[in-house]
């Protein structure tokens, strides 16, 4: 597959559909391999007092998108910009965390995602890396990242 710019929003609107439906559960998440290269770097600034959280494998990346079984995030994109020269694309992103018991959405946020892509031996796309910039609100507002931590020991 060509990186072009209809390819390149293409291939986006389905890997945002597919991470927010079975990239957060364990009997599904292996399906998110056609996504991402082996040695994705992930790196989210999320507003964390000891700097950005930094992911090196498509692996930990994965183990990551599991440490919260009892919601998920459902990743809906406001806006796509694409550089097809630099194979870049960035997405304004609206991310809800749903209750996977009841489905009700939990909280709703905002953030900017920079994906460099390319092309494996394969001529498929993945996502080389992912840099993550969320939405900065007012102190004491609930997050995403509250909501998962919720699950945390």
Do not use: C
Not at 73 to 89: A, F, G, H, S, Y
């Amino acid at each position: 597959m060509e990186l072009t710019y209809d390819n390149m929003v293409n291939w986006m609107k389905e890997y945002l559909t597919v991470y927010s439906e079975r990239g957060q559960d364990p009997a599904t998440m292996h399906q998110m391999n056609d996504y991402y290269a082996p040695d994705l770097e992930f790196i989210a600034h999320i507003g964390m007092p000891q700097g950005p959280l930094v992911v090196t494998s498509r692996d930990d990346f994965l183990h990551h998108a599991l440490l919260h079984p009892s919601s998920y995030e459902r990743l809906t994109p406001e806006d796509i910009t694409v550089d097809e020269r630099r194979k870049v694309v960035v997405v304004l992103i609206k991310f809800e965390a749903i209750d996977r018991k009841t489905g009700e959405v939990l909280v709703e946020e905002r953030g900017m995602s920079h994906y460099q892509l390319a092309l494996d031996e394969n001529n498929t796309i993945k996502i080389k890396r992912l840099l993550f910039f969320r939405e900065d609100l007012p102190p004491g507002t609930l997050r995403v990242f509250d909501v998962f931590l919720r699950d945390q020991k």
